[in-house]
């Protein structure tokens, strides 16, 4: 749904490009071994940044910055991952109308409000639109015979310019003015969506570093302190 290239940044800031994908929605343990294969441990290296961002949702890879939260995103691309074909027609002309677009936060709270816009799959013109609406919804009550004669591009503009809408690669959309709802505050990510967390080193157990010490060789004394105290 969302690929997300992590970039530790303090090796960045070293001349050393340390950069990993991180395929988004995601579990914390993939998150750890990712964090773990550039090299953040929570100890010498904390920071990263997303250097980029690959997505199968036409237009969301220009919304996503350098710094977005991966709980954040994981949220976002497990909501992402619900939708059926036309829900996520319908989100991807939300996202390119902009109105709910400019951040992660908006973007969580876009794909639970789609209901707030009439989506018209395939009406790209004025033209088309008019004539949808004409058709198929039936706004105008025009009759059969004057309906060749009647200019479906006008009232398309028309009705375009007054509305909040947008013409977009996959059809017209438009805000129908119902409430929009803020389901996430931008504050705490809901906790089933937390994954970021730094690699755990393992712990040994006792049996273990007994193991290691009973096999592990001893140590050299040096030869001309030893041949010193036989002299003396």
């Known amino acids: 749904m969302i690929s997300a290239y992590i970039s530790n940044i303090g090796k960045y800031n070293e001349g050393v490009l340390a950069v990993e994908p991180l395929r988004l929605p995601s579990t914390i343990e993939e998150v750890q071994a990712v964090l773990s294969k550039i090299g953040v441990d929570g100890v010498r290296y904390e920071e990263i940044h997303i250097v980029d961002y690959e997505t199968d949702v036409a237009g969301l890879r220009a919304r996503l910055g350098e710094n977005e939260c991966i709980?954040?995103?994981?949220?976002?691309?497990?909501l992402l991952e619900e939708m059926d074909s036309g829900e996520m027609k319908k989100f991807e002309a939300a996202v390119a109308l902009g109105e709910y677009a400019g951040s992660v936060k908006d973007l969580i709270n876009l794909t639970q409000n789609l209901d707030c816009y009439d989506f018209y799959p395939d009406v790209k013109t004025p033209e088309e639109l008019g004539r949808c609406f004409i058709?198929?919804?039936g706004s105008l009550n025009v009759p059969e015979d004057i309906k060749g004669y009647f200019d479906c591009e006008a009232y398309g503009r028309d009705l375009f310019l007054?509305?909040?809408?947008?013409?977009?690669?996959?059809g017209y959309i438009e805000n129908n003015q119902s409430s929009f709802i803020e389901h996430y505050d931008g504050d705490k990510v809901p906790e089933e969506y937390q994954i970021f967390s730094y690699p755990v080193e393992p712990r040994r157990s006792i049996l273990e570093a007994l193991k290691q010490y009973r096999e592990a060789p001893p140590p050299e004394r040096g030869g001309g302190k030893a041949?010193?105290?036989e002299e003396r």
């Open 135 to 137: 058709d198929e919804i």
């Open 71 to 78: 709980d954040e995103l994981n949220y976002l691309a497990s």
């Open 162 to 170: 007054n509305s909040t809408s947008d013409f977009t690669d996959g």
């Open 227 to 229: 041949a010193a105290h």
